[in-house]
Nanobody
Framework: QVPLVESGGGLVQAGGSLRLSCAAS????????MGWFRQAPGKEREFVAA????????YYADSVKGRFTISRDNANNTVYLQMGSLKPEDMAVYYC????????????????????WGQGTQVTVSS
């Protein structure tokens, strides 16, 4: 088990920034690649960003490329999602997820690739 707890969500104006954090328990964090997904009301959960075990390789959805940055701190068992230039369409519940799978462009966007999920944190963007 890899319990994941997201934090950092909240209300922000369009054009603003937020940093989400996802803290993992246990001593195996560095064995997992990590992803961020989001789900807006009435929509499917969608891929946002992912990062490999070492942090040396990242993946982004086209909708957030250039605005969001994923990073990780293996010493502190935490993955981050820095979000900038936020838009109303970014409003959603954001979830972090962990996978033992080797990342590629198909794996990162596939929800069933991920073994563990957090409970989510709400991001609200006002226009």
């Amino acid at each position: 088990q890899v319990p994941l707890v997201e934090s950092g969500g909240g209300l922000v104006q369009a054009g603003g920034s937020l940093r989400l954090s996802c803290a993992a328990s246990g001593r195996t964090f560095s064995m997992y690649s990590m992803g961020w997904f989001r789900q807006a009301p009435g929509k499917e959960r969608e891929f946002v960003a992912a990062i490999n075990r070492s942090g040396g390789r990242t993946y982004y959805a086209d909708s957030v490329k250039g605005r969001f940055t994923i990073s990780r701190d293996n010493a502190n068992n935490t993955v981050y999602l820095q979000m900038g230039s936020l838009k109303p369409e970014d409003m959603a519940v954001y979830y972090c997820a962990a996978t033992r799978a080797q990342l590629n462009t198909i794996v990162v966007v596939t929800k069933r690739s991920y073994d563990y999920w957090g409970q989510g944190t709400q991001v609200t963007v006002s226009s």
